[in-house]
């Protein structure tokens, strides 16, 4: 006889913990699938153990009556210790539900009632890939990572590499290391799109029964065989967008992070983990290293490379010898004064026509993140901008105000500019729709697509239009974020950037960062082939630093000004930030669970941590599903965020088992976005 503490799966606070069971299996095991008869109504639900001991608690045993049994198991769900050991991390790190993390990790979907298997690649033609000779850079990069996965030793590598320098080929063959020795690796990816090409590459590599994905796209049933091949060792390669990270994957011996900047990898559903962290649990368990890649790492992760907690490696060359490509900055200003109100400028229409009469293909970029409406004069480009964070003010249509979106600060918006006095004072807004409607106004022989979360919304559009300008079939691509990160087209001549203001004024501390990436990232789709390529970037403010030192592109100087900027603002790395949502559907309940939460921290951590908190601030009903939101910041000073969340545990833990609770909260630690929360 065993007994077992099992995790319900149930999406409810007040079933939040452990509950003990008999269990006539003596071979039961920690992460293993069971069913039980649970609660007063003797329902059968599905848990998962945590814990197996040979004799029931003390404690337990004096309080009970007659204790229940396991009613079944079920060893084809099961998961390993190192799963339920990362879970319970999860719990406390993000303060989510122990069922919340497990199903993270557990098979969605069901077997197929016919016994077939869906392979979602099965008809995926591998793209030939011979191991290609490597530059002195690249073999001087590879020396650490390779000795890293033979002899066991975990570490964190942030391989800093130029778009086009050759960092899959490093991947690939880290990748053979793993294979070699026994071992498993996981290839995350910042986007689902990415997944096909590089599905591609490495079927063409490593062959296609070798290979599992894993991402949100995959059908139920596709999902559950993947997640089974996974699970009984048929495969060694998982690769996949973010939900990748808990592939049920034992024996890692590397986990890649490509594009390791994009804020894709933070989840924004609860649990509302970030993949990093969870990637340097689980690599850490098994001694396996993780890889960190990108031409524009994120500033925390540079930080961290600086101070000594990352190995950095460096390929500042581009593979082929191909210069990078050519850039020129054009002001928007002196566009809109010479009588040009179109959102192409002269200089990108000159450039997008010669490359299209000399057969190369072109990408047009505009981020879509551009729904959170700044304000802007066009006349001098100022920016209307909080006097406390430095932060872009958003403008709320329906009071017609400005409102800084982290400390709660609004006014009215301004009639005229108070940097130059001009009147022409516009709230700035272009969409992708817009942008191809007026290019193909513009270039009437030409085929144009538009690639965004709109035409990308149907099963397998995205690909059908990637493989369309893949194969020539379009000349003109515009795009989001999507096009701008890690594609590989040879003929793209020319990439246009038709606003950088957009992601320069975000409600985010981080704007300046994102503008510098996206910048950066785009302007390396052009010139991947023989010959270099060009990019026009369209702006308001030519002189902001982000928009030069992407121009230039010079990542440390971008750095060097960035986090004095961060230090100066206490922004991360010099902080964590802890956002907490509160939502109900009905507005007095949301305000006051916001403020039962704001009045119980002060009380428990003192007064004096009252100035790290941001005043609550209502998130207008149109942006909750939920009804109404209301969202708390606390700043965290380095070396405060354990017991800041300690505190946050037990103000959970006590309103448990409350019944009469008609809001939900969620934390977000270090969120990429209050808008998108």
Known sequence: ?????????NKSDSTDTFYTYACEKDDIKAGEKVYVSFAKGNKRKGAWVFEVSDKLNENISKNIKKIKYVEETDKEQSLTEEIIKTCIWMKKRYLCRYADAVRLFAPSGS???????????????????????????QKKALGPLKEAVQKNKHDIFLLHGITGSGKTEIYMQIIEDCIALGKTAIMLVPEISLTKQIIERFIGRFGNGNIAVLHSRLSPGERFDEWQRIRKGEVRIVIGARSAVFAPVVDIGAVIMDEEHEDTYKSDMTPK?????????????????????????????????EKGLYRRLVLNERYNKTPLPRVKVEDMRLELKEGNKSVISRALYEEMDESLKTGSKVILFLNRRGFSTFISCRECGHVMQCSECGISLTYHKEKNRIKCHYCGHEEAVPEICPSCGSRYIRYFGTGTEKVEEEVSRLFPGHKTARLDMDTARKKGSMEKILDGFGKGDTDILTGTQIVAKGLDFPNVGLVGIISADVSLNIPDFRSAEKTFQLITQASGRAGRGSEAGKVVIQTYTPENYAVCAAAAQDYRKFYDTEIKLREYMDYPP??????????????????????????????????????????????PSNISKEGWKYNMLIKCPLGSRKHYMGVLEKIKNHLRNEKIKKYNVAVDVNPYSLWRS
């Open 1 to 9: 006889m065993k007994y077992v503490d099992l995790v319900i799966d």
């Open 111 to 137: 077997a197929s009632k016919k016994g077939h298997k869906r392979n979602p690649h099965k008809d995926t033609k591998g793209e030939p890939q011979p191991i290609k000779e490597l530059t002195d850079q």
């Open 273 to 305: 983990y970030d993949t990093l962290e969870i990637a340097i649990k689980r690599a850490a368990y098994y001694g396996g290293p993780v890889i960190l890649g990108s031409a524009t790492p994120s500033v925390v992760s540079y930080y961290r490379s």
């Open 574 to 619: 010099f902080c964590d930030l802890i956002l907490l949502i509160f939502d109900s559907k009905v507005r007095e309940e949301a305000e006051k669970g916001a403020s039962y939460w704001k009045a119980s921290f002060i009380e428990m951590t003192g007064k004096r941590h009252e100035e790290n908190i941001f005043p609550i601030q209502q998130i």
